[in-house]
């Protein structure tokens, strides 16, 4: 069996950027392993721009800022294996992977980084009525089609959800010719960024039809019409809104879900909100020496804060590898999320091993104008930032300080909460 | 001329083509979808049922009890997974306790073993999930699970590899027999002329059958909306949770598949479209509402695909097997719902016994009675693996990643006995893009392998056959 | 004087702003946080200008398609035209990142350019 010191599952944004920094850390034996045919991840069929305005200060295109990614794997000769399929990791962290070169083959890690990332929510979820024709696409597999492969999915469309990739595949697919009838979004607000539904949808004059969805499908063979209906509070159908839109394709762009199978089958905890791993400030799951970065972990908006995210999980599992976690499980610190944070990430910290400064990410639940994000420790309410606007869109986050958490020594809990004053 | 045209490739069809292949006859099957397992046979609970709910002494008591007994045997033979997990009618008010006994007492009547009524300690023992409020439960244990594509296409492919030929796309439109009793059928595809029919139309039987005879039946589609939940909670269940009977039929059940998802249906709606295969919001929140009666804390948000199939219901529920009256040498099998795939072996082998009393039926020496299935890897050791891949790298390449397909599989799926054209024949031969992301990712990729192993341009490629391709030409107007 | 609202597509922010216009004279841009807020806010109720990403077909390549972008923002009313001359664009294999597909699209002054590698198969 060959032997790791760090294999990293995965090799998109999340994947590529923790196996850098582990390297730079000091790590030399690691090895990335991904399924498809080339590096990058999904942000090869991304080619819109809009990437890196953090990271690299200016704004590239997926594939662009994916390679700049590469680019630093390469130079650091990071070895890696393309169409490569992980099958199974176990709690010892012996990874089981196939291709076809080498065929079914197992590795034995000191380190496990988890990025497989995430896919689109499926359309069966939706249990949307009607037949079952061809013409429904998640927006992911259309922008594949269209932007990898080159084929054109439709070209009378509708478009249910208002996630980013729905939006960009609004104006991808007017460009290429097609009709965009219109976007339907079931919640009273959008799924994706503001940016997106100026330059997607209003540059275009494709309306956006919040609280509505899809009521029938229609076709019995290829997508013929669908009706779209305004929805009640609960998210039902009012009868008598129904409107019909001849079509031949329906993308669906309605959430995207961490894929955690291989986590799950290796006991890793979830968190039942982000469908993702429970992690501490070391980005390290419930078992020890397995690290979760970028939307395998939970689902972000900006790729930006996904190759942050992975620089640290690269740099804890070195740490680790290494030998210099600091050994003391005890001091563990729960962060809670209530009223109106729906999550947190990382969901505890160990005061003793967190760097000065510690980034929590977090989403809420509705839309907040003019509300305020506070952080609590244990009663003593230490930050009171007040945000215009917050949508369940958009990730936030706050910053914590080490030593303001030094000087508590006996804190047990950290909550972060939205408040009105 | 042909010995035999059997009228569809159902699960029927597909069975009594297997059991007159064992013949010296010459037979075809016409099909008007591009493929086997495209109606009734494909959408619908995939149970092997016990034989306790038909009518004692019916036909179709007698039948879905024989295909039950033939079941492992012909599973085995056919190489596909077959298991008996049992079901279970469960009781939920103490006043229609007495009614399981009648099931049971109909049971016994119908020959079927190992019934047993349990109460509800027992039960619970048997399924946690269980209804907090059931009282009681008709255990069957020769219930068993299936699936149905796999067992029309695999009775197909036997049936084909022993010179059955089928002709898909092809719709019949008119029969008549001629002055010497030869049927002529004429079908979008040019006339075929034959000795004998064998109408296995499902929900277009009443159809064929009223093109040959002055005795009319009906067929009423009835509708039946389904949802299949994640592998992940494949195991709510273990056996097959059946509520007791209504006039309506058997009810909405909740069963583990063969496969390990979890299936919840179905709701029972006439309706006059035979080609109604849409859900309802209706149906399917009925669906949830009944299915939730027997069984707790169902995970109803972990579906992964809710769809509709079509029951073909005789006005009588009954099964219309035999030679028509008025229409000598054309043998009906029409009416076959529920319990109509068990019974499918048991129907090939009655009308099987329908053409040897009425002609002399020469068996074929060479008749293989086997099929190789599938290869599914999974089942093999690292080290078996691992030589199959060096001979056939194919098998290291996984297409779908859900479900675990490899590339070699779709090759093998598309390249044996009536391969597969469509990303659905792909998908039900190999259960590429069955889970959990229903084919986003795998689509792409099969296409590219379709493209490949058909010669298939993109444009061509289909969901399901018919117009349903799955894009319209390339991007910047580029010929090819 | 005219008020329009916008919302800033600078950056994921997303910032509502607020320009007071006086004919074709911008008096004040309010809502933004930084400077590219600003500079977008006057662009965009005189001359507002975009970005273009698309494919262009390949020739020779291992993939068919080579994705591409405007090197710059062209103006808005120019996107469409800007398609016409990328669609009909054929380049042979391989690609650079970066290499200048299509000089001077549509006499905007802006190139299209390469965003990623294609081998020659």
Redesign the interface.
């Known amino acids: 069996m060959k032997e790791y010191d760090i294999v990293v599952i995965g090799g998109g944004p999340a994947g590529l950027a923790a196996a850098v920094s582990a390297k730079c850390s000091g790590v030399e034996n690691i090895i990335v392993l991904e399924?498809d045919k080339e590096l990058g991840g999904i942000l090869?069929q991304c080619?819109?721009?809009?990437f890196g305005?953090h990271t690299f200060k200016e704004?590239?295109?997926?594939?662009?800022y994916a390679?700049r990614f590469m680019e630093k794997l390469y130079k650091e000769k990071i070895p890696y294996k393309l169409?490569t399929?992980v099958?199974d990791i176990s709690k010892d962290k012996i990874v089981t992977a196939?291709?076809?070169?080498?065929?079914?083959f197992k590795i034995k890690a000191k380190a496990v980084i988890l990025a497989m990332g995430c896919?689109?929510r499926?359309?069966?979820?939706l249990?949307i009525?009607?037949?079952?024709?061809?013409?429904i696409f998640?927006a992911?597999?259309a922008q594949?089609?269209?932007?990898?492969?080159?084929?054109?999915?439709?070209?009378e469309v509708v478009i249910l959800g208002s996630g980013d990739i729905g939006l960009i595949m609004a104006r991808r697919m007017t460009?290429?010719g097609a009709k965009v009838k219109l976007v339907a979004e079931l919640m009273p607000y959008s799924g994706g960024?503001?940016?997106n539904?100026?330059?997607c949808l209003d540059?275009f004059n494709i309306p956006l039809k919040l609280s509505h969805t899809v009521?029938?499908?229609?076709g019995?063979?290829?997508v013929s019409a669908v009706t779209i209906a305004q929805v009640d509070n609960h998210g039902k159908?009012i009868k008598g809104t129904e409107e019909r839109y001849t079509c031949?394709t329906l993308l669906l762009s309605c959430g995207l879900i961490p894929e955690n199978e291989l986590s799950r089958n290796a006991g890793v905890l979830m968190n039942s909100l982000t469908n993702g791993p429970i992690v501490n400030e070391s980005l390290e799951t419930n078992i020890e020496g397995i690290f979760a970065c970028g939307n395998v972990l939970h689902v972000h908006?900006?790729v930006d804060y996904v190759s942050e995210e992975a620089k640290k999980a690269g740099e804890s599992a070195a740490k680790y590898v290494k030998g210099e976690q600091i050994n003391n499980n005890n001091n563990s610190v729960e962060i809670k999320a209530i009223e109106g944070v729906r999550y947190t990430v990382p969901s505890t910290i160990n005061v003793d091993r967190m760097e000065d400064m510690l980034t929590v990410r977090f989403r809420v639940g509705k839309v907040y104008k003019g509300a305020y994000v506070s952080v609590y420790l244990d009663n003593e309410r230490i930050m009171h930032n007040k945000k215009?606007?917050m949508a369940p869109g958009?990730m936030e986050q706050v910053i914590l300080v080490k030593n303001k958490l030094k000087e508590q020594p006996e804190l047990k809990t950290i909550t972060v909460k939205i408040e009105d004053e | 001329m042909k010995d035999v045209i059997i009228i569809g490739a159902g699960v029927t069809g597909a069975a009594v083509a297997r059991e007159l292949s064992k013949y010296d006859l010459d037979i075809c099957v016409l099909e008007k979808e591009e493929d086997v397992c495209c109606g009734t046979s494909k959408a619908n609970s995939a149970i092997v049922h016990a034989g306790f709910d038909a009518k004692a002494g019916s036909l179709m008591a007698k039948l879905n009890v024989r295909g039950n007994e033939m079941m492992d045997e012909l599973c085995k033979d056919l190489d596909i997974p077959f298991k008996r997990n049992g079901s279970l009618v469960v009781c939920i008010h103490e006043e229609t306790k007495e009614g399981l006994k009648d099931l049971y007492n109909r049971g016994i009547e119908n020959n079927v073993k190992g019934l047993k009524i349990i109460d509800k300690e027992e039960l619970r023992k048997l399924e946690p999930n269980i209804s907090d409020n059931a009282v009681a439960a008709l255990y069957a244990p020769t219930g068993g699970i299936i699936c149905p594509f796999e067992l029309n296409i695999a009775m197909a492919e036997n049936a084909n590899e022993n010179g059955v030929e089928f002709y898909f796309n092809t719709q019949v439109e008119k029969i008549y027999s001629d002055i010497e009793g030869i049927y002529h059928v004429k079908t979008n595809n040019g006339e075929y002329k034959t000795r004998y029919v064998v109408n296995a139309a499902g929900v277009y039987a009443d159809v064929i059958h009223n093109m040959v005879s002055s005795k009319k039946i009906k067929i009423t589609p009835r509708r039946g909306d389904y949802c299949l939940l994640d592998k992940e909670v494949g195991g709510h269940v273990t056996h097959t949770i059946f509520p007791q009977p209504t006039a309506l039929g058997k009810g909405v059940l909740v069963s583990p598949t063969i496969h390990g998802n979890l299936i919840v249906g179905p709701t029972a709606v006439d309706i006059e479209n035979r080609e109604g295969v849409n859900t309802t919001a209706e149906g399917i929140s009925d669906l949830i509402t009944k299915a939730n009666d027997h069984v707790k804390n169902l995970p109803l948000k972990k579906v992964i695909t809710s769809f509709a199939g079509l029951r073909a219901h005789e006005d009588n529920h009954e099964f219309i097997i035999g030679e028509v009256e008025d229409a000598p040498n054309f043998i009906d099998c029409a009416g076959i719902e529920s319990p109509g795939l068990t019974s499918s072996p048991a129907i090939g082998e009655m009308v099987g016994n329908i053409f040897k009393e009425k002609l002399y039926l020469k068996e074929k020496p060479n008749w293989k009675k086997t099929r190789r299935g599938i290869l599914n890897p999974s089942t093999l050791s690292m080290d078996e693996r691992n030589e199959l891949i060096k001979k056939q790298p194919a098998y290291g390449n996984i297409i779908c990643r859900c479900e675990s397909i490899s590339e070699g599989e779709i090759i093998d799926a598309i390249h044996r006995p009536l391969g597969a054209r469509s990303l659905d024949g792909v998908k039900r031969r190999t259960r590429a893009g069955m889970g959990r992301c229903q084919a986003g990712f795998c689509s792409p990729k099969t296409m590219e392998i379709i493209n490949r192993e058909l010669g298939l341009d993109y444009e061509n490629i289909t969901k399901s056959g018919g117009k349903s391709n799955i894009v319209f030409g390339r991007t910047k107007g580029e010929d090819r | 004087m005219e008020k329009r609202e916008l919302t800033c597509i600078g950056c994921p922010m997303g910032c509502q702003i607020t320009v007071e216009l006086d004919e074709k004279e911008v008096k004040s841009v309010q809502g933004n946080t930084c400077a590219i807020g600003d500079k977008y806010a006057r662009n965009e109720v005189i001359n507002p200008e975009r970005t273009v990403t698309s494919t262009i077909v390949v020739l020779e390549g291992d993939k068919p398609r080579v994705s591409v972008k405007t090197k710059s923002n062209i103006p808005k009313s120019r996107i469409m035209d800007c398609m016409k001359e990328i669609d009909s664009a054929r380049v042979k294999a391989p690609v650079k990142i970066g290499d200048i597909l299509i000089k001077n699209v549509c006499d905007t002054g802006v190139d299209i350019v390469a965003t990623r590698n294609i081998e020659k198969l």
Do not use: C, F, W
Not at chain 1, 59 to 64: I, K, N
Not at chain 1, 98 to 104: A, L, Y
Not at chain 1, 144 to 155: A, D, S, T
């Open positions: 399924r090869n080619i819109h721009n809009g305005l704004e590239l295109t997926g594939p662009e390679y169409n399929m099958m196939m291709n076809r070169e080498d065929g079914v896919r689109e499926p359309k069966g979820a249990n009525p009607g037949y079952r024709p061809a013409g998640s992911g597999t594949r089609l269209v932007n990898i492969e080159g084929y054109m999915p439709g070209k460009l290429e960024l503001k940016r539904i100026v330059q540059d009521v029938d499908i229609e019995k063979e290829r159908p031949d908006d900006l215009k606007i958009e």
